[in-house]
C-alpha cells in the first residue's frame, strides 16, 4: 500500500492507498517538534483499529506546507517502512506540470498538488478553492500548470482574530445565520463570517474570471467547502480528498 502524507498547518492526514482506492485516512495535530518514533507508535495504534499494519506501508509520498515536521516524518519512513518517501518540492519529484509564476518555489505544495488533482478529474481551466488555514484560490490553466492566484485569511483565522481582539465578542461555531442582519452579537457575528465569505468568495471569482477571460469552473475543497458551497452557484464542484488524490497521481506518475 500508499500512504500519502498531507501535512497541514492545522492538521496531518496519512492516508493509505491500494493502487488509487482509499484505504482509510487518520489525522493529528499539526506539530514541529513530534519525532519520528511518536509518529511511528501513533500511526501503528491509528492503523491497528482499522486491522491493519505498519508492514502493509510499502511507499510513501509527502506534501508539507510546515517545513519543520519533514525531517522527523522522513525518518518515520526509514525507521518504520524502511523506504525514502517522495515530497513535492524535491528535485526529483515530476509534478506533470510547471508553475507559471514569478518564483516556483514559493508556491505551497498542497496549492500544487490541489492544482495537478484538479485537472485531471475536472479538465482545465479552472479555479481551485481551498478552505484551509488560508482561504486559496488558484488558477489551473488548460493544460494543467498552476498558473498563480489569491491568498486570504481562513475562516477558522477570522473567527480567532475577533474573539482574541475584541473582548466582548466570543468564540462561535460556523453555520449559516437565519437572516443576514443580526439582532444579537451572535447574529452579527455569524452573518459577517458566513455571508461575508461568500461574498468575498463570489467576488474574487468574477474578478479571476474578468482577468482570465473566461467563465472558469470551481472545485471546491477543504472542511468547510460543504456548508459553504451549498450556498453559492459559484462553487461547481466540492472534492474533500483534492490533495490526497493529487499526491496519488504524483507518485504514481513517478512510479511509471
Not at 496531518?12 to 493529528?28: H, M, P, Q, Y
Not at 473582548?167 to 455571508?195: D, H
Not at 464542484?237 to 493529487?246: A, E, N, Q, V
Request: with cysteine.
Amino acid at each position: 500500500m500508499l500512504l500519502a502524507i498531507d501535512v497541514g498547518n492545522t492538521n496531518i492526514t496519512f492516508a493509505a492507498f491500494s493502487g488509487k482506492s482509499l484505504v482509510n485516512e487518520w489525522r493529528i495535530a499539526t506539530s514541529g517538534t513530534r519525532t519520528a518514533e511518536e509518529y511511528g507508535v501513533w500511526l501503528s495504534q491509528s492503523m491497528a483499529l482499522d486491522d491493519l499494519k505498519l508492514i502493509d506501508i510499502k511507499d510513501v509520498i509527502i506534501g508539507t506546507v510546515v517545513p519543520g515536521a519533514l525531517f522527523n516524518l522522513k525518518g518515520m519512513c526509514k525507521r518504520y517502512f524502511g523506504c525514502t518517501p517522495l515530497v513535492i518540492g524535491e528535485p526529483n519529484v515530476d509534478l506533470g506540470m510547471t508553475p507559471q509564476i514569478d518564483n516556483p518555489q514559493e508556491a505551497g505544495a498542497d496549492r500544487l498538488v490541489d492544482a495537478v488533482a484538479a485537472h485531471s478529474k475536472y479538465g482545465g481551466p479552472l479555479i481551485v478553492l481551498d478552505f484551509g488555514t488560508a482561504t486559496t484560490l488558484d488558477v489551473v490553466d488548460e493544460q494543467g500548470n498552476y498558473a498563480g492566484g489569491i491568498i486570504a485569511p481562513g475562516v477558522n483565522l477570522s473567527l480567532d482574530a475577533l474573539h482574541s481582539a475584541a473582548a466582548k465578542l466570543p468564540r462561535i461555531a460556523i453555520e449559516k445565520p437565519k437572516q443576514v442582519i443580526g439582532k444579537n452579537t451572535l447574529e452579527c457575528m455569524q452573518s459577517g463570517i458566513f455571508w461575508g465569505y461568500i461574498s468575498m468568495i463570489e467576488g474574487l471569482i468574477n474578478r479571476i474570471r474578468d482577468e482570465y477571460g473566461l467563465s472558469l469552473k470551481t472545485v471546491a475543497t477543504g472542511g468547510l467547502a460543504s456548508l459553504f458551497g451549498r450556498h453559492t452557484e459559484y462553487i461547481d464542484y466540492i472534492d474533500k480528498d483534492l490533495t490526497l488524490s493529487g499526491l496519488v497521481e504524483i507518485f504514481h506518475k513517478n512510479k511509471v
